[in-house]
């Protein structure tokens, strides 16, 4: 009965998700009829048959790169996700357009054929030249130095740096080449530890063993750990905590270890609901830590988790740290706005309250259109005080 409710649920968010893309794509034909003037039938079918099929090419992309990796099924979904962030910005574009001609009506200003349409293919120029600026931005990931004092880290710890790598998305659209580049950045660096929160793979099958060889090449004095995001879970766990057993990186998975003294525990990714007064009780910090096998209060602790959810009062259990990841700070701007108004102060970056700190990383690489604009792709290097 639970598994026929869940796939209700997943039939219900991927039909409203089918009708989302239908509706923003026909408005998408809308205004390109009006501002082209586009009045031969044939002209409009033409162009409304592309639309409709581009607003589930990428649905349906996913689901044949799911089920068979190779050339064709990589190509369509990249293609697919790449249509995808350039519709994103027709249709911020469109929507524009149209309130500036509403606003230039009611001041008594009417736009003739010629301005409609050379506004119109202006605005498609933009949206190509944005999404072409975030793919090379997508595909640089900056170095983010931050310092993070705990009050009772031992001696042998002060000053030195753990390295933070975050929703990776290993697939098709980030594969081994640009790992092999996280890879050697990271092992220019004087680190100490690699600690990896989450959304590993993208959630699309395929030679995933291949996709994470480089991690074995990174060079680190007290180990790898990992943790599980979403998109693990979408892969299928056992699957993804398969091919990460296979490589020398130590999985997390609700348990903590102590380290010259520092403890690191890991909790694995858990559903996400909208926070409310009835999930979030007093004590919602000390019970996120009841599973959490071999851990020892009072120890200086680093927390590992995907989501930046639940962590209000995870200082009053004597974490110090907290690595969380999953929001990319939107990936498209405005987006980012909305990652704020769910996650608020935690959504990206440092947040730092007495001897608690939590930091949200942008993360390395992307999920659906590989482009990112109004942020930056990171490897995080925090140096504990």
């Keep these: 009965m639970v598994l026929s409710v869940n796939i209700l649920k997943i039939l219900l968010l991927a039909a409203l998700v089918v009708v989302l893309l239908f509706g923003g794509h026909y408005f998408l034909f809308y205004s ?3 501002f082209l003037g586009l009045t031969k039938p044939v002209s409009q079918a033409v162009l409304l048959g592309i639309l409709a099929f581009l607003s589930v090419g990428f649905i349906l992309a996913s689901i044949l790169a799911h089920q068979r990796e190779g050339l064709i099924t990589r190509s369509l979904y990249v293609f697919f996700a790449s249509w995808l962030g350039i519709y994103y910005y027709l249709f911020i574009g469109s929507a524009c357009l149209w309130l500036i001609k509403l606003l230039g009506r009611a001041a008594g200003f009417n736009w003739s054929a010629k301005l409609s349409s050379n506004a119109f293919m202006a605005m498609v120029w ?5 999404f072409a600026i975030g793919v090379v931005n997508a595909f640089s990931p900056r170095l983010k130095k931050i310092t993070v004092k705990i009050s009772n880290l031992p001696a042998v710890w002060r000053g ?4 933070q790598l975050s929703d990776i998305h290993l697939g098709h659209v980030h594969r081994s080449g640009f790992l092999e580049r996280v890879v050697k950045r990271v092992n220019r660096l004087d680190h100490e530890l690699v600690l990896i929160t989450g959304d590993l793979f993208d959630g699309l099958d395929g030679s995933l063993e291949e996709f994470v060889k480089p991690l074995n090449d990174l060079k680190t004095l007290q180990g790898i750990f990992f943790v599980s995001g979403n998109h693990e879970v979408y892969l299928g766990l ?3 905590l398969k091919v990460v057993k296979e490589t020398k990186i130590k999985i997390l998975d609700n348990q903590a270890v102590v380290i010259n003294g520092l403890q690191l525990a890991g909790l694995p990714y858990e ?6 007064k009835k999930s979030r009780p007093a004590g919602a910090g000390e019970d996120i830590l009841d599973s959490l096998v071999n851990f020892q209060p009072g120890l200086p602790t680093v927390l590992l988790k995907h989501l930046p959810t639940k962590l209000k009062n995870l200082g009053r259990t004597g974490v110090n740290l907290v690595l969380c990841g999953h929001t990319h700070v939107g990936q498209l701007w405005p987006l980012g706005l909305i990652t704020y108004l769910v996650f608020r102060s935690y ?11 939590v930091y949200t990383s942008s993360g390395v690489g992307t999920w659906g259109p590989p482009s990112r604009l109004g942020n930056r792709p990171e490897i995080v290097a925090i140096t504990l005080q």
């Design 347 to 357: 959504h990206f970056g440092l947040t730092v309250k007495d001897n608690f700190t």
């Design 126 to 130: 933009l949206a190509v030249l944005l």
């Design 238 to 240: 056992q699957r993804s």
């Design 271 to 276: 559903e996400f609901k909208l926070p409310t």
């Design 32 to 34: 390109a009829v009006s």
């Design 160 to 163: 030195k740096t753990i390295i």
